[in-house]
């Protein structure tokens, strides 16, 4: 009895905090929603609690809005974040946000000389740009976290919905009055994806390594008692 305890400790340490000893810890002790005009700033640590360095792909600037907390691979180390009433997972919706244009989308794609030159630096075989363009957003947003380090960073979130910045998309939660809700983050970087596109920084050391999996953050109370409108 007590190695099966043993077993669902570790396996509870490990889904909390990933396998490879990363944490994502929400710094707010509440979310609060209590106008139509509110819109919350949901601020979060990720902690390398290892005795490592590593390699974090992460876009700390927003969320991803897919429904199915799938990222693609042209958007990977995009967090997601979820909502749970009470102990239940809540289904997300999503959808095309008007009030954002493709445009605005494609001015932030490099350019091809960018590429051609990322691809002369470090290296890369593939001759299919779509390969070399994920490569180069990939590495644009790859970090590294040294031991016992952390980083800090912030997002709005305008419940119950969510429009990002860097697609024309939307995520949408149906939120009531006053029921149990919490909120929390997790970073997904698929190992597959990490192993095809992934390009090491030019003068890394061997200690090194890359963060792969999923990791879970601590779970806050999200208040929703929005009485002026939904």
Do not use: W
């Amino acid at each position: 009895m007590k190695f099966l305890l043993l077993i669902f400790v570790i396996f509870l340490h490990q889904s909390f905090y990933g396998q490879n000893g990363i944490e994502i810890k929400i710094i707010n002790d509440t979310i609060k929603k209590n106008s139509v005009f509110d819109v919350n700033n949901v601020c979060y640590d990720i902690i390398n609690k290892s005795d490592k360095p590593y390699y974090i792909v992460i876009d700390d600037k927003e969320f991803n809005t897919a429904a199915d907390e799938f990222v693609e691979d042209l958007f990977l180390g995009l967090p997601d974040y979820r909502v749970f009433n009470d102990n239940s997972l809540m289904k997300a919706e999503s959808g095309i946000a008007n009030i954002r244009t493709t445009e605005d989308y494609k001015s932030t794609k490099p350019t091809d000389k960018d590429l051609r030159n990322f691809k002369k630096k470090y290296k890369i075989k593939s001759k299919d740009l779509t390969e070399i363009l994920i490569s180069y957003k990939i590495f644009q947003k790859t970090k590294i976290l040294q031991p016992k380090q952390s980083k800090s960073s912030c997002t709005n979130v305008n419940f119950p919905f969510y429009i990002a910045s860097s697609y024309p998309s939307v995520k949408i939660y149906e939120l009531e009055n006053n029921l149990p809700y919490f909120f929390q983050i997790l970073l997904n970087i698929p190992k597959e994806i990490i192993d095809k596109y992934f390009v090491m920084p030019k003068d890394s050391s061997k200690d090194v390594k890359i963060f792969t999996g999923t990791v879970y953050s601590n779970k806050v109370p999200l208040v929703y008692k929005v009485y002026n409108g939904k």
